[in-house]
């Protein structure tokens, strides 16, 4: 493939997330994990899958950077879940030291490269890499709106029984509870889902939209969502690597969009071989407008947390 994209975290969404590229014949692949062997056997496996799959993407594993050279994309997946006794500030901690080592050495090896986010949490993990990259602002992007919004968009698909097809939705903000899903914006067939439900059952879905992320770890118990993220993190990497200029809800860099500055938050963005190519400012009300502020004072406590505990 003429694409090569780095995958670091070859846990569950670094894996699906590697599968999915190779499986869309999107670029070669690179997974890199710390675990010895374990990303080796994994792009291993995968690359067995290829003559049943029909794809002839290149899938190599490795514990260093040296493979990840010349890389068009690098997706950050690597973390460590909370272990018994860790405090929520310790959790933070390392998965900060995480993300701040595998920035650096991967931004060494592709120094060109457009880095998509997926570690939690989020927003503040974006503040990590963009520090340790160097990178500019249009090459740092979080990815969250796009697995918020295609959560809204299943359940308004089961709700109003149409195809997910049919629906588009966009969720604005912080990954978290206080995330901002606009149902003015959100359609079906590009009918505002206002018009075709009641304001109770828009809150329902906007609250079941909120918690998806939850719903999922309570259900499996352990490990957190991994399929849908890696559609997200996927539908990102494609945009880019076929310069689409596709408008998607992600985690920017702000200086002054929506009043808000120095921050990263989810907005809808222009992706395209530049990364971030514009940031879209949508007209919101006052209230969807109060609800972004408000999500954004809470990123902004989460990176004065993670400054403390640097
Ligand atoms: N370098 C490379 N890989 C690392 C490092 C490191 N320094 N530290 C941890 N990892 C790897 C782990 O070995 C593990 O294989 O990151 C991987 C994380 O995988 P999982 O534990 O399976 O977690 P996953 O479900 O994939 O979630 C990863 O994405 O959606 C977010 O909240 C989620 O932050 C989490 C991340």
Excluded: W
């Excluded at 920035?103 to 457009?114: D, G, L, R, V, Y």
């Excluded at 018009?195 to 909120?210: F, K």
């Excluded at 539908?235 to 808000?260: F, N, Q």
């Amino acid at each position: 493939m003429d694409k090569k994209v780095t995958v670091i975290g070859a846990g569950n969404v670094g894996a699906t997330t590697a599968q999915r590229l190779a499986e869309k014949e999107l670029c070669d692949v690179v997974l890199i994990d710390i675990a010895d062997g374990m990303p080796q056997g994994k792009a291993l496996d995968l690359l067995e899958a290829a003559p049943i799959e029909k794809h002839d993407a290149s899938i190599r594993g490795a514990n260093t950077y040296e493979a990840s050279a010349g890389s068009d994309i690098i997706i950050i997946t690597a973390g460590i879940p909370r272990k018994p006794g860790m405090s929520r500030d310790d959790l933070i901690k390392t998965n900060m030291n995480i993300m701040k080592n595998v920035t650096a050495e991967a931004a060494e090896q592709s120094p060109n490269a457009i880095i998509i986010i997926v570690s939690n949490p989020l927003d503040a993990m974006c503040h990590v890499a963009y520090d340790a990259s160097g990178f500019s602002k249009n090459r740092v992007i979080g990815m969250a709106g796009v697995l918020d919004s295609a959560r809204f968009r299943a359940f308004i698909s089961m709700e109003l029984d149409v195809s997910v097809e049919n629906t588009h939705a966009f969720v604005l903000g912080g990954h978290g509870d206080t995330m901002v899903p606009l149902p003015r914006y959100s359609t079906v067939a590009g009918i505002p889902i206002t018009e075709l439900m009641s304001a109770e059952r828009i809150e329902a879905l906007v609250d079941r939209t909120r918690k998806g992320g939850g719903e999922i770890v309570s259900l499996l118990k352990t490990g957190s969502a991994f399929y849908a993220p890696s559609s997200a993190a996927v539908e990102m990497a494609e945009a880019i690597l076929k310069d689409k200029k596709k408008i998607l809800p992600c985690a920017a860099y702000l200086e002054g969009e929506y009043g808000i500055n120095g921050l990263f938050i989810g907005v809808p963005v222009k992706l395209g071989a530049n990364g971030i190519e514009d940031i879209i400012q949508i007209k919101l009300t006052d209230s969807e407008n109060a609800a972004l502020q408000k999500s954004a004072d809470a990123v902004t406590g989460l990176v004065e947390d993670l400054k403390k505990l640097a």
